[in-house]
């Protein structure tokens, strides 16, 4: 569409939103029914005061094929669709990713204000639809780059409430992991201690407590037992790697050539302190193929491969190749495992459960200001994370505008 000023603005989308009832005012929230009692009974077929929401393609969009196939894509993404179901070929089989949880952390740094924190959790990390997410934030001061372990704690317990609910409330179709995954984005080698001690130190309390605190609702989804010991492995994903990885160009004279396929270096060059190694992704920028170092540093490596969610954890990923290079896969697959990308014009660089944090983080901290401290003074849908609307309560008709408080 023009605008007065002459700009042109890409629109592929329109949204509109009908209204059962016109609204009282410009800030009534669709979604809040009228104070005043409709004539019609409540249980009356006919009676709604839901809104409806429309979305329709442009014109010019619709003879686009690509951008038809993304406004659909999202509208069906929205309405918590699946579009696809990826299966990983892991080297061993090992790996139960059926019943598996990916976690994704992201700090979200900005400058001249405060860092967000995103914890997002997927229940199926593997299939290509966002109705199982569900994502949980806080703000730290910029002074900090690693979340405080009371505060680790207390986000991780809301996420475990929540999705342990949402396990409930699925009536079957969902069951508790044996394995948790955690994804952490960036943290460089002087972190990873203080990583250890406030991070994966505050899960691994929240998860423990969590079955104490909240054993009768474990018990209704774990077949009446309330034991539920799932394998812990925490993974931190440096970026910027100076290293670079190749293959031999196969002419003989000792030339190196980037790799057209994904490199996993696990000898050598890893670290003596940390279980570390390499990851080289295939990347094509102006048609130049060149390898994307990433350094995947996992902290806690245990896995529970006994099939029995109420069996502790027995096994290591350290002491088994099979298991190792399987997890190894799933990271690597994971990558296409980012709904919000589909159809992949470009290869994906990050693993989803970092991408959805990212994305997550990202919608959130847009409406933030730098005099924000603390997200609970913000009316947020935790599985949406989209502002809400707020709306003005007058208590009094006589009030003046100075008077009005925002709920």
């Known amino acids: 569409s023009n605008t007065a000023l002459g700009c042109k603005l890409k629109v592929d989308i329109t949204r509109h939103v009908l209204f059962y009832q016109e609204p009282a005012s410009a800030l009534t929230t669709p979604n809040t029914s009228p104070k005043k009692e409709s004539k019609h009974s409540r249980s009356d077929k006919h009676y709604n005061n839901i809104s409806m929401d429309l979305q329709f393609i442009c014109e010019p969009t619709i003879k686009k094929r690509a951008a038809v196939f993304n406004v659909f894509e999202t509208i069906l993404l ?174 003989g004279n000792g030339g190196i050539v980037d790799s057209p396929r994904a490199l996993v270096v696990n000898k050598e060059i890893t670290s003596s302190q940390y279980f570390d190694l390499f990851i080289s992704l295939p990347t094509k920028q102006e048609r130049q193929l060149y390898g994307r170092v990433l350094r995947l540093v996992t902290l806690s490596d245990d896995y529970n491969d006994t099939g029995k969610t109420n069996k502790r954890p027995d096994c290591r990923l350290r002491s088994n190749s099979n298991l190792l290079s399987d997890y190894v896969t799933l990271i690597y697959s994971s990558i296409w495992s980012y709904a919000l990308n589909i159809p992949f014009p470009k290869v994906p660089n990050y693993p989803a459960p970092i991408k959805f944090a990212e994305h997550y983080a990202s919608w959130q901290y847009s409406i933030l200001t730098d005099n924000d401290t603390d997200l609970n003074d913000l009316d947020i849908d935790i599985d949406n994370a989209k502002p809400r609307i707020c709306k003005p309560i007058i208590e009094n008709k006589t009030m003046n505008d100075h008077d009005i408080s925002m709920k």
């Open 78 to 251: 929205k309405s918590r669709k699946i579009l696809y179901y990826l299966e990983p070929q892991l080297p061993s089989n090992r790996f139960n990713y059926h019943r598996l949880w990916m976690i994704g952390i992201k700090i979200l740094r900005k400058k001249g204000g405060a860092h967000l924190v995103t914890l997002n959790c997927n229940r199926a990390p593997f299939v290509g639809t966002i109705k199982y997410l569900t994502n949980h934030s806080s703000m730290i001061t910029s002074e900090r780059d690693v979340i405080p372990q009371s505060m680790m704690y207390q986000l991780v317990t809301q996420l475990l409430k929540a999705s342990v609910e949402k396990v409930k409330a699925s009536k079957g179709d969902e069951m508790l992991p044996f394995n948790i995954v955690l994804l952490r984005s960036s943290g460089g080698d002087g972190l990873l201690k203080t990583i250890i001690s406030k991070e994966l130190a505050g899960f691994k309390r929240a998860l423990s407590e969590f079955t104490r605190t909240h054993a009768d609702l474990i018990r209704d989804v774990n077949n009446g037992t309330s034991r539920w010991y799932p394998g812990v492995v925490f993974s931190v994903l440096q970026e910027n790697v100076p290293d670079a990885f190749g293959i031999e160009d196969g002419r």
